[in-house]
Each structure stands twice: as C-alpha cells, then as structure tokens.
C-alpha cells in the first residue's frame, strides 16, 4: 500500500489489483480495482446544485487514476492516518492495513431521524488484508471495520447533532475493504475468531480513534 497525498487529493495504490467491496460514490459495489482516492472538499462545494458524483469523476481523471474507487470528504486530508496490524494465531499469519480520515461534524447516533446536517464531516475507511478472500469472507471483513468504527467513535463519547445521545458515526460515512486477487486460495472466513478478523478490528480501531482524537484537537 502506498499513499500519495496532494492535497485535496489523497490517493491510495494498493499495489496490484484487488478484489474491492464499498457504497462509494464511485466505484461502489463489488468490482477490481488498484487504488482508492479520497477527494477534500469544503462545505460549500457541495450545494444542493452540485452534481457530486461529476465533481468526483473529474478529480479521479485530474489525478490520473480514473477507475479508481472515489470518496468525497470534507475531513482534512492532510490528518490521514494509516495503521497497520500483523498477528500469528495457531499457525495462522494475517496482516491488515487501514487508511482513515476522521471528520465528526456530521456525527450521528444510530436510528437519529432522517435529514440533513448543519455541519459536513465523515469518517471514510480503506481497509486492505494480505491475502485473497471469498465473497463471504469480504463481505464479514466490511462488517468488522463498520463495527470496530462504531466503537471507537463510541468511545470517543461525541454526541449525535441530531438527538444528542452518544454518535455511532456520522451520516456519510464510507468504508472500502480490498483483498488480492492473488496467492493463497481465498479464505472462507474472516470473523473474529481468524487472525485475519482480529487484525483488520485492530488496525481501524487503531486508525478511527486516533483521527477522531486530532479531529476534536484540531482548531
């Protein structure tokens, strides 16, 4: 994984081709691809008469990577955090890397009613895994990311700007999980009882808390 950061373009390659699951704006869905790139913009860049997905397209083709999946964000790319975690469990070897940027001005509590927010800011998660995946498999990583960022932004105790109970997230958040597409035969599982499951909790429960914490540090 190598990252390139221009702002308000942080590009991530993931070396080879992947197997890419997310709801990005672009790209979305299940499909290959070599790299993800994050797109800043400010709150005013995205009025109600903004086409977002042409914004986007037009960033990805400016930065020469125009069948990259595309995020939008209005967090700082600058104060992108990229962890990684590695563990062995009975013989088993697994590493994952996650790349965040933490915005938490659009924070929300699960089930909050529906509606727009006064303020922009999302949390977008790039997490990659050493090795090959079934559907399934992918499908479970993507679970475990969107829960180890709801703990974490739990636990950084912010309150939802809707209901004012504790946030789970915010309103726009996204999350894309890569697997190669090859070297070992995919595994069939990747829960939290696999090596593979316990590194990807680890490594974004590594990145979203400590963007969450230079979010609320920042001025």
Known sequence: MELSLRPPILAVDLGAPHRVLSWALEGGGLREAQAVVWRQVRDGDLGLDVDAGALLRGALSGC??????????????????????????????????????????????????????????????????????????????????????????????VASVRSGDRATGTGTDCVVVAAPLTGAAPLAFAGKHTAIGSAVGRCVLDAVRAGGRACLESP
């Open 64 to 157: 020469g990577r125009p069948e990259a999946v595309g995020l939008l964000t209005s967090a700082s790319v600058s104060r992108v955090v990229h962890c990684r975690a590695e563990l062995e469990h009975q013989g088993e070897r697994a590493a994952a890397e996650c790349v965040a940027t933490v915005g938490l001005g659009n924070r929300l509590r699960i089930g909050d009613p529906p509606g727009l927010a006064p303020v922009a800011g999302t949390i977008n998660l790039l997490v990659q895994v050493g090795q090959p995946l079934s559907a399934a498999a992918l499908l479970e990583v993507l679970s475990l990311a969107v829960e180890a960022r709801t703990l974490a932004v739990h636990e950084l105790g």
